[in-house]
């Protein structure tokens, strides 16, 4: 005999348990509705069970509210809800999908592709009025169906918060350690941002392999994330990342339109270690007859060993000298010293020397002038990085195929933290000028405008 309540006076009948939390009283079901015959998730909240409190039926409470508001493909929709003589049920529909803590090996590309997803969510939950937040984003709360077109889902709105007015500290922490961010671990006043730490945390648990329950190895005694576990092929994500899980609210992206805009420009092609620092060129088609050798020899020295011989580059009928190839073997250690100086500030000071190398091998090239600056720029010495970056400028450098938008933008980002905004705004509007599509750069010249301290440099 099933040890299982009878709901079927009310119209459904239990296939199985899904998940519980016996201390408090919840219980979440697989039935059946008796008349459709489509299967639903229902959630059981026992007022007598021990343990369970008035706070416990208002979170459920809550839920029902919220969910009978919000229409989204991403959130199984709200059915109906009915009392019990010991306790309330809410009823979802189902989604036969797993959730992200069932453990398995994700594609850098399909944690990209849940993270939009979410975003999305996000974005939604964000628009409305007043705002709403989460609040227990995990892995445990999301479900994938990699089965029908990579369908992803929010779920439990049992800790969700309305936004406005009601953003200030409440009673009680509510969410999941590891997972919430530090206002909300202190019981700070949350902002839309909070969210976007608990979602770059869950997205960090995939690239990285670690169990919710482990999830405190990811976190340094700062709440700010080792990064230095994410495997080579999410380190692409990392400065998204970095982003979404900064301890202070004002480091982070400002919501989830603006982190799913930056996330969109992050290109995940494995072809340069420089590839977190400079959006790749994209719809350019390249012949041998015109592509320029520098270019193509950093894409090739990154992926292959200093040690092995650079295959021809062809310019017209010339191959690629020695020297130049001991200048891109030197762009290529520095580079990698920049990578790892992003967690480790000694590896940046290590870096500078090498880039002073390759810069007296090829003065004339971009790249060193540029990496250089931007090593200064990490190490705040920016009255040092900004001659880096007017070098890189100058009308007779070697360009190449180089982003000289990049350059404009790194300039005027340094202006702006030498505090000279009149020519940090000029050097925006010519970033801006050759990519409309900077978003991070127009939300800080935005900022410098306005004085608004979330997006300034």
């Known amino acids: 005999m099933s040890d299982f309540p009878d709901f079927t006076e009310y119209g459904y009948q239990i296939d199985r348990e899904l998940g519980h939390n016996r201390s408090n009283g919840r219980v979440t079901y697989l039935a059946i509705n008796q008349g459709t015959q489509a299967a639903v998730v229902i959630k059981q909240f026992q007022f007598a069970q021990a343990g369970s409190t008035w706070s416990d039926y208002q979170q459920y409470e809550q839920e029902m509210k919220l969910l009978q508001r919000l229409k989204h493909p991403s959130i199984p929709s709200f059915l109906s809800a009915f009392e019990t003589p010991t306790g309330f049920c809410l009823v979802q529909a189902y989604k036969p999908a797993p959730s992200l803590a069932q453990r398995r090996i994700w594609t850098v590309r399909e944690v990209r592709q849940i993270a939009e997803a979410l975003l999305n969510v996000l974005i939604y939950l964000q628009q409305q009025q007043p705002p709403i937040i989460h609040r227990d984003i995990k892995p445990e709360n999301v479900l994938v169906d990699r089965q029908n077109s990579f369908n992803v889902y929010l779920v439990d709105f049992g800790f969700a918060r309305l936004g406005g007015g009601e953003l200030a500290v409440s009673s009680m922490v509510k969410g999941t350690m590891g997972f919430m961010p530090p206002e909300q671990l202190f ?4 902002t839309v941002a909070s969210d976007l730490y608990s979602l770059g945390v869950t997205l960090l648990c995939l690239l990285t392999g670690t169990r919710s329950s482990d999830v405190g190895r990811l976190i340094n005694e700062n709440y700010s994330i080792a990064f230095e576990q994410l495997p080579k092929q999410g380190r692409a994500l990392k400065p998204w990342l970095m982003a979404m899980t900064a301890p202070k609210v004002v480091h982070r992206y400002p919501d989830a339109r603006a982190a799913l805009q930056a996330l969109r420009q992050v290109d995940l092609a494995p072809i340069s270690n420089l590839a977190k620092l400079w959006k790749a060129l994209s719809g350019v088609r390249l012949s041998l007859a015109t592509v320029k050798p520098s270019r193509v020899a950093i894409l090739l020295i990154t992926a292959i060993a200093p040690s092995l011989v650079v295959w021809p580059l062809l310019r017209g009928d010339q191959s690629l000298s020695a020297h130049q190839a001991r200048y891109y073997r030197l ?72 982003l000289i938008e990049q350059v404009w933008w790194k300039k005027a980002f340094t202006l702006a933290r030498l505090h000279q905004k009149i020519e940090a705004i000029a050097a925006y509007d010519r970033a801006l000028q050759i990519n409309p599509n900077l978003s991070r750069a127009s939300l800080e010249r935005a900022a410098l405008i306005q004085g608004d301290p979330r997006y300034a440099p």
């Open 187 to 190: 019981n700070r006043e949350l």
């Open 331 to 402: 762009l290529n250690q520095a580079n990698l010293l920049l990578e790892e100086g992003i967690t480790n500030s000694s590896f940046l000071e290590s870096a500078l020397p090498v880039y002073d190398s390759a810069i007296r091998m090829h003065p004339k090239q971009v790249e060193a002038w540029y990496d250089k600056g931007l090593v200064l720029m990490y190490l705040q010495r920016d009255q040092e990085a900004l001659p880096c970056f007017e070098t890189a400028l100058q009308p007779d450098m070697d360009r190449d195929t180089f």
